[in-house]
């Protein structure tokens, strides 16, 4: 990877600068790829990124947020500060997908496209370096860890990661969407994220004598079912919202009541509002099983990240910058999903706004988070071009 002249006009200066980085920005996912890391253990991951920063001369902080990275192009005129981030973990998955860079790691996967990520802003530090006196302001390269856990943006911004920023920008490939298309939602974007772990116990004893124990696991399916009335009953019909139970765990053998039953779950919404009567209703339910079924309750309710809002003083200029670089057809309006988006939590300390860059291969019906995952690597350098003129037009 390296430097490039830009030539004149601004968007072929940028899909020239963009071009010449691709295959070596291609190679560096792949090597990321092979050696996945998940969160707070990107320490490879985090070194290849600060070895390319300072390579390309962009002065850089280590160990925020354990092992997150922020590089600083500074410009050639005061402004306000841009900070674009991109993530860097990995998902505890077996890989499947029989390709040359599989991963090497057992159990580990990139398969939510974060190498995808850490590779594009790496590309943009490139150009935007060579761009730099023409910026009024700075830009802030967020490398950031522990995105599925929905912990590493609040662990960067403790460490200060944040301070100075003035307005950000955060992207997630797409395979839903083709390559070469971009697209965003204006407002609430992806869902506020909360989790619950709920331990109910009974008292244990044999099968053939219910009479004589007290049963949790009749008493957690009970919840389960009373747990959906939440969101058919209890919450705006117009307001989504999603309460799922990912496990149930209890028991040993056919002939056994167990004493205690483990429940784990999470809620997903798109306004405060809603977030708010999903906790009070589970925490109610809770206590109506130790009333009503005998059994003793404990919930751990977990608030991780708000919704992440698109704010319109930075989703506007964004969307105009892609639409002038790439054409009016290329950028979509879309929808809003209940998947959750760790950059929530800079979203709720600074403007921001999220692109959609679409990564889906010709003939392919990818999916995020599974094990045979494969982006069409396209999106790199397409990334890289909307995300500098962006940065070129809002630094102008």
Request: include cysteine.
């Amino acid at each position: 990877m390296s430097g490039h002249l830009l030539a004149n006009d601004p968007a072929e200066r940028i899909r020239d600068a963009a071009a010449a980085l691709e295959p070596g920005l291609a190679a560096l996912r792949r090597d990321i790829h092979a050696h996945p890391e998940l969160g707070f253990e990107e320490t490879r991951t985090a070194g290849i990124v600060a070895a390319e920063l300072a390579r390309l001369g962009v002065p850089h902080r280590t160990g925020l947020g354990r092992t997150g990275v922020v590089g600083t192009i500074e410009g050639g005129r005061p402004g306000p500060t841009l900070a674009i981030r991109a993530d860097m973990d990995a998902l505890p998955i077996q890989e499947e997908t029989g390709l040359p860079f599989a991963s090497t790691v057992a159990g580990k996967m990139h398969a939510c496209g974060h190498d995808i990520h850490t590779a594009t802003l790496l590309g943009v530090a490139a150009v935007l370096k060579d761009l730099a006196p023409r910026l009024a302001g700075r830009v802030a390269l967020v490398f950031q860890p522990a995105e599925e856990l929905l912990e590493g943006a609040a662990a960067m911004i403790a460490d200060g990661a944040a301070e100075g920023f003035d307005l950000a920008l955060a992207f997630h490939n797409q395979p839903d969407m083709p390559v070469g298309s971009f697209g965003w939602v204006r407002g609430a974007n992806l869902a506020a994220a909360d989790r619950f772990d709920l331990v109910v116990r009974g008292r244990s004893g044999h099968a053939a004598h219910p009479h004589a124990s007290v049963d949790p696991i009749v008493a957690a399916a009970a919840f389960v079912s009373q747990a959906q009335t939440v969101v058919s009953r209890e919450i705006k019909p117009l307001h989504p919202a999603v309460v799922t139970i990912g496990q149930f765990q209890g028991g040993t053998t056919h002939n056994i009541i167990p004493e205690r039953v483990h429940l784990k779950g999470t809620v997903r919404t798109l306004h405060e509002e809603a977030r708010g009567t999903a906790e009070a209703a589970l925490r109610r339910l809770v206590a109506g099983l130790e009333t009503g079924m005998r059994v003793s309750c404990a919930l751990d309710y977990r608030r991780l990240i708000p919704a992440l809002v698109n704010d319109d003083r930075v989703l506007d200029p964004l969307v105009a910058s892609v639409r002038r670089q790439f054409g009016d057809g290329a950028v979509s309006e879309g929808e809003p999903v209940m998947g959750a988006e760790d950059f929530a939590a800079f979203a709720a300390v600074v403007p921001s706004a999220h692109l959609r860059i679409g990564s889906g291969a010709p003939g392919r019906h990818d999916r995020l988070h599974n094990a045979d995952y494969q982006p069409d690597e396209r999106c790199i350098g397409l990334g890289v071009q909307a995300l500098c003129r962006a940065a070129l037009d809002m630094l102008a």
